[in-house]
């Protein structure tokens, strides 16, 4: 009977309706440490970049409108129950974003797979929100430009670059360090 209903070739034995927890926007602004994806849209980035900033500690997710839907069934697999662990606002869009976190004094930081500053070397205090871009093109150039900086996992490899979610795991961890006591640039969970 689940086999019917399930959306993968061999579902676990077991089903559960759950609502969805609406967050406002106004609730997450200012909180120490946002993500912020923009225009994120394969399910399994997006739930991957859940399930590493729940496990790294970081207060909320923002999804800007375009980036794949948080609900998807890909996206909650690949959360792995982080979803149900984390504020969560979604819809937005990106420029009302920005302004809103800014507008609170939010320090937002883009993300940029080259040109920006090393994240080892960068300051970056809280509250923070760091802005995630589009798995093929990155930021928005614009949005980008509107940030107070931009960090960039530098490659050391022949990898052009990382995938969105695996740079949002290195940068959460890396602020996670810090938050434990690291000897790099400080970070503070205080808002």
């Known amino acids: 009977m689940i086999e019917r209903v399930a959306d993968t070739v061999t579902p676990q034995p077991l089903l559960s309706v759950v609502g969805m927890v609406d967050v406002a926007l106004a609730e997450v602004v200012g909180l120490p440490l946002t993500l912020v994806l923009v225009d994120v849209r394969d399910p399994g980035n997006v739930g991957a970049i859940l399930r ?5 500690g970081v207060s909320a997710v923002i999804g800007a409108a375009g980036s794949g839907d948080c609900y ?3 996206a909650v697999r ?5 979803i149900f662990h984390l504020p969560i606002v ?3 869009p990106a420029g009302e974003l920005l302004d809103a976190l800014q507008a609170a004094g939010v ?10 500053t090393d994240y080892a070397a960068a300051t970056l205090e809280g509250p923070l929100a760091l802005l995630l871009g589009n798995e093929a093109n990155g930021l ?3 949005l980008a430009a509107r940030c107070d900086q931009a960090v960039t996992v530098p ?10 979610a695996m740079a949002a795991t290195v940068l959460c961890f890396e602020l996670a360090r810090r938050r434990r006591g690291g000897d790099a640039p400080g970070f503070s969970m205080s808002p």
């Open 52 to 56: 590493s900033a729940d496990a790294a």
């Open 72 to 74: 998807n069934p890909k």
């Open 78 to 82: 690949a959360s792995a129950g982080s």
């Open 90 to 92: 979604w819809g937005t």
């Open 107 to 116: 320090s937002c930081v883009a993300t940029a797979a080259t040109g920006g």
């Open 140 to 142: 928005d150039p614009q």
């Open 155 to 164: 490659i050391a490899g022949g990898a052009e670059s990382l995938n969105v």
